[in-house]
């Protein structure tokens, strides 16, 4: 099994890099191969919608998301980190969702030739906001919980934590433990 991970915070080393890195652990330990991709670095527009990929299947758009599109569709699992930025995900990340459209026609439906590969896979979220109340991300939540639900994708939850100062979270150990065991769940053998 391969676990994906996507960085949307453009701070690596940050509140959210750290807690990705854990749930990565523990899907290594719960022996998944894992990757992580850091989308800051990565040269990824915004959706236009051309409604070109409704009939291909391929996005107009020629930038790195093809490469992450391949390696979510060899993933059995994906988990997304994300900080909120002015109440919302960062902009690289949602570029990043945009983008997903290209696995969809113009009905919503899966493209034929990608439906055995997304089929089963797994999404999971981790947030961080610098408001005390991690409520504060529930309109991310919601994004990655609906885009799970409309696709049928196994939703494995979100782990949800609050810091601020670069690296803070490594203090808190309940966060941490929620992301590793977000990790082990990604990875667990589908029963």
Same mark, same amino acid.
């Given at each position: 099994?391969?676990?994906?991970?996507i960085?949307?915070?453009?701070?690596?080393?940050?509140?959210?890099?750290?807690?990705?890195?854990q749930?990565?652990?523990?899907?290594?330990?719960?022996?998944?191969?894992?990757?992580?991709?850091?989308l800051?670095?990565?040269?990824i527009?915004?959706?236009?919608?051309?409604?070109?990929?409704?009939?291909?299947?391929?996005?107009?758009?020629?930038?790195d998301?093809?490469?992450?599109?391949e390696?979510?569709?060899e993933a059995?699992?994906?988990?997304?980190?994300?900080? @909120?930025?002015?109440?919302? &995900? =960062?902009?690289? $990340?949602?570029?990043?969702?945009?983008?997903?459209c #290209?696995?969809?026609? +113009?009905?919503?439906?899966?493209?034929?030739a990608?439906?055995?590969?997304?089929?089963?896979?797994?999404?999971?979220?981790?947030?961080?906001?610098?408001?005390?109340?991690?409520?504060?991300?529930?309109?991310? @939540?919601?994004?990655?919980? &609906? =885009?799970?639900e $409309?696709?049928?994708?196994?939703?494995?939850g979100? #782990?949800?934590?609050? +810091?601020?100062?670069?690296?803070?979270i490594?203090g808190?150990?309940?966060?941490?433990?929620?992301?590793?065991?977000?990790?082990?769940k990604?990875a667990?053998?589908?029963?």
């Open positions: 099994m391969k676990v994906l991970g960085m949307g915070s453009p701070r690596v080393g940050g509140n959210s890099d750290v807690l990705l890195g749930a990565l652990e523990g899907a290594k330990a719960a022996g998944a191969d894992v990757k992580k991709i850091i800051a670095r990565k040269e527009a915004g959706c236009r919608d051309c409604k070109k990929c409704n009939k291909t299947g391929i996005c107009a758009l020629k930038d998301m093809a490469e992450i599109q390696q979510i569709l059995g699992a994906v988990i997304h980190s994300v900080p @909120v930025y002015f109440w919302t &995900m =960062t902009s690289q $990340m949602k570029a990043y969702l945009e983008r997903w #290209v696995f969809f026609d +113009a009905e919503w439906k899966w493209q034929k990608y439906y055995p590969k997304m089929k089963g896979k797994r999404i999971g979220l981790i947030t961080v906001c610098g408001d005390p109340d991690p409520h504060t991300a529930d309109p991310i @939540v919601h994004s990655f919980r &609906m =885009t799970a $409309m696709t049928r994708l196994n939703w494995l979100c #782990v949800m934590a609050s +810091a601020t100062d670069k690296g803070e490594a808190n150990e309940a966060a941490l433990s929620e992301a590793f065991d977000l990790g082990k990604a667990a053998p589908v029963s």
